[in-house]
């Protein structure tokens, strides 16, 4: 399984913007769907967004449309959502994923590997 390190959370004001980092430790994230989720305290992990293989094909959870991006880089074998216009309900752990299962990776049950998270706090 490859290993999925994350970074770039931080504390930022409502409407201010982040950007994660997702870095894959194998090339075979070249042939991987990347997906994000997030976790807030005391609740489930929640579907965010994900990307092909191949790149080309994206969706998110209508609760962020319009406001992030997820992307890929091959070279850097590094999966990115940038975050804008955050709201304080977009506030908890958001974790980078990896899977074969192509579209189904937005189910956390279909999820091969997880990174450890990185917190994002949003302030009113």
């Known amino acids: 399984q490859v290993q999925l390190l994350e970074s770039g959370g931080g504390l930022v004001q409502a409407g201010g913007s982040l950007r994660l980092s997702c870095v894959a430790s194998?090339?075979?994230?070249?042939?991987?769907?990347m997906a994000w989720f997030r976790q807030a305290p005391g609740k489930d992990r929640e579907f965010v967004a994900k990307?092909?293989?191949?790149?080309?094909?994206?969706q998110y959870a209508d609760s962020v449309k319009g406001r992030f991006t997820i992307s890929r880089a091959y070279a850097d074998l590094t999966t990115y959502l940038q975050m804008n216009d955050l709201k304080p309900d977009d506030t908890g752990v958001y974790l980078c994923?990896?899977?074969?299962?192509?579209?189904?990776?937005?189910?956390?049950?279909?999820?091969?590997?997880w990174g450890q998270g990185t917190q994002v706090t949003v302030s009113s």
């Open positions: 194998a090339r075979s994230f070249m042939f991987l769907g």
């Open positions: 994923a990896s899977g074969v299962a192509w579209p189904n990776i937005d189910k956390p049950s279909n999820v091969d590997s």
């Open positions: 990307i092909s293989w191949t790149g080309d094909t994206t």
